[in-house]
């Protein structure tokens, strides 16, 4: 339990601003204690082939996931639309059943927005379900045209599970490590000339390459900003009782 919370406290609760001077002050530090070395040709040749193979290797991985979290923007849009058009085919039922159903509408989507996971509010969505197959009455016509909404709504919830899962392999993460740990300790260790602003660039370049490593680790999980963003049309539904969702 206390590990998962200090997890998650790394992930949310602390700002990319605040990692990056975070890590600039320990690499500064770093940079102006640890030993230098003078490294042979061949040595420098190593670190080159090496600064090339993790360039090589995360670019590709960051633009996937910065692709997975735009697809899920488009696909929340969606669940969001089609879910606003039902509450609008709602309005076509007397006003305790479409109450009820849009109350549960509401119900599924607060559980989506506290989850925010591939299965968040499933329970939810399974009563509503099961509401309206279970209905019968004088209404049957619009209620059966809801379920088929239900239904079809039923995509953008697979495409939204699909696309969750569409996460950085523990063996990609292993071999990223491997290359990163190479590059900080030849830029960290490399012999420059003794300078402040030399330390200070160096400090800079260590702090990039470790932000790029936080940014792919908040895509990944899903807590980077512009993930926290798609949930925006859920919320303006909510909040505005399904007045508007632009």
Known sequence: ??????????????????????????????????????????????????????????????????????????????????LFSLVLHLKKLPPHLRNTLQSMVTDYMKAKLRQRSDNGGEKEYEALITYTIEYKGQHQPEMDKTLDALISNQQNRTN???????????????????????????ILCIDIADTPLLNIIRALLCTGLTMLIVILIKLNTLTHKKAKQMWDPFKKLVSTNFYRID
């Open 1 to 82: 339990m206390f590990a998962h919370k200090t997890k998650h406290f790394f992930l949310t609760k602390i700002r990319l601003t605040t990692y990056f001077w975070m890590f600039f002050v320990l690499y500064l530090v770093l940079s102006l204690t640890l030993p230098s070395f003078e490294f042979t040709a061949a040595a420098l040749t190593l670190f080159s082939v090496n600064s090339f193979l993790y360039g090589f290797y995360i670019a590709p991985i960051l633009s996937a996931q910065k692709g997975r979290v735009e697809e899920l923007h488009k696909i929340v849009r969606s669940e969001a639309n089609a």
């Open 160 to 186: 939204f599970s699909m696309q969750s899962d569409n996460k950085v392999f523990a063996n990609e993460w292993q071999i990223m490590a491997i290359l990163f740990s190479i590059t900080l300790g030849f």
